[in-house]
């Protein structure tokens, strides 16, 4: 009995490690459709996060090709293009090297993976991006500020468009300039709210701070990198939240999800797809849509089981819109 005990959870720790091989190295495209009054014309936007420097095929070729594919009119980056721990290393590295009497020589090694992909996907269309927790860091200790600049210089050099906290139409080139009923605003917590073994809320004042106050005419996405907060998100204002961060909680079970969050906790609220929040507000009911993408890396723990990684398609249609 023992020894057939112990057969089924040997054969069953293969079965989980081959699915993780295989996941760690495969994506899929999801598909999302939303409609608003507000909307004045259709709009296809791609959205991913949290590439921590992987790579599909030699220079992300095999993920640039899909998303080319996809034929979006904008494409969304919701931060963590990179690994902070190994720029860290990186640092240290350099450190030892100019205390042997050598000057330490910075590069761009530990970001070239995201640079060739965003180089090839700004030339299909408007590339928005916002900085995750891992390009926070880069800003917020000191040591690492020559490495932000070097990353900013890089990425804004291939056409990548920095959003940080600011608000635009994010289709109104590619429509002669017509006010599309989109604002996209980004939003860049500061590396306090991405504390382990806790939950950092941010109040809705706090927001109207950082971004001042959503406008109701029109329909507004929020492009952050946490989606822990999505409840205060939508109070402020966004009618679609777009997040990363929780890397679909690494291994996925059926009916429940994700199930370690990056806190680390379990079974995470928001893990990946697509959820709701209806809410109250000066007397009118409303509601909010979030979008969590299980994103295309991993770092630290290269765990992905049942959980490959994610290209996101978002059809934003007018209500009028024909339905397929």
């Known amino acids: 009995m023992i020894k057939t005990i112990l057969l089924i959870l040997f054969l069953m720790a293969l079965f989980f490690l081959a699915v993780m091989v295989i996941d760690n190295h495969r994506f899929v495209v999801r598909r999302y459709v939303l409609r608003s009054p507000l909307i004045r014309y259709p709009v296809k936007a791609v959205f991913i996060a949290d590439l921590h420097e992987k790579d599909y095929g030699n220079g992300n070729e095999k993920l640039a090709e899909e998303i080319g594919k996809l034929a979006p009119d904008v494409i969304f980056v919701g931060g963590d293009l990179i690994v902070s721990g190994e720029i860290g290393r990186h640092?240290?590295?350099?450190?030892?090297?100019?205390?042997?009497?050598?000057?330490?020589?910075?590069?761009?090694?530990?970001?070239?993976?995201?640079?060739?992909?965003?180089?090839?996907?700004?030339?299909?269309?408007?590339v928005w991006f916002v900085r995750g927790n891992h390009e926070i860091r880069l800003l917020a200790y000191g040591e690492l500020r020559e490495y932000n600049r070097l990353f900013k210089e890089k990425t804004e050099g291939a056409g990548v468009r920095f959003l940080g906290n600011s608000c635009v139409d994010p289709a109104a080139e590619f429509n002669e300039d017509k006010d599309s009923g989109i604002r996209l605003q980004g939003l860049e917590l500061p590396v306090e709210c991405y504390k382990k073994f806790t939950k950092t809320d941010v109040p809705e004042e706090e927001l109207e701070r950082l971004l001042g106050k959503a406008d109701p005419s029109h329909f507004t996405?929020?492009?952050?990198?946490?989606?822990?907060?999505?409840?205060?998100?939508?109070?402020?204002?966004?009618?679609?939240?777009?997040?990363?961060?929780?890397?679909?909680?690494?291994?996925?079970?059926?009916?429940?999800?994700g199930v370690m969050?990056?806190?680390?906790?379990?079974?995470?609220?928001?893990?990946?797809?697509?959820?709701?929040?209806?809410y109250i507000k000066d007397g009118e009911k409303k509601q909010s849509v979030l979008i969590v993408t299980c994103g295309l890396g991993m770092h630290t723990l290269p765990i992905r089981i049942f959980n490959p990684g994610e290209i996101s398609v978002i059809e934003l249609l007018p209500d009028d819109a024909s339905k397929n």
């Open 91 to 126: 640092y240290r590295r350099s450190v030892k090297t100019a205390a042997g009497g050598n000057p330490p020589r910075p590069d761009t090694e530990w970001m070239k993976n995201s640079l060739t992909l965003m180089r090839k996907l700004t030339k299909l269309c408007p």
């Open 261 to 278: 969050g990056t806190r680390p906790n379990l079974f995470p609220k928001y893990s990946g797809g697509q959820y709701s929040y209806e």
């Open 221 to 257: 996405i929020l492009l952050t990198h946490t989606p822990v907060c999505f409840e205060q998100y939508a109070r402020w204002g966004a009618d679609l939240c777009l997040c990363g961060h929780v890397h679909g909680g690494l291994m996925r079970l059926p009916r429940i999800g």
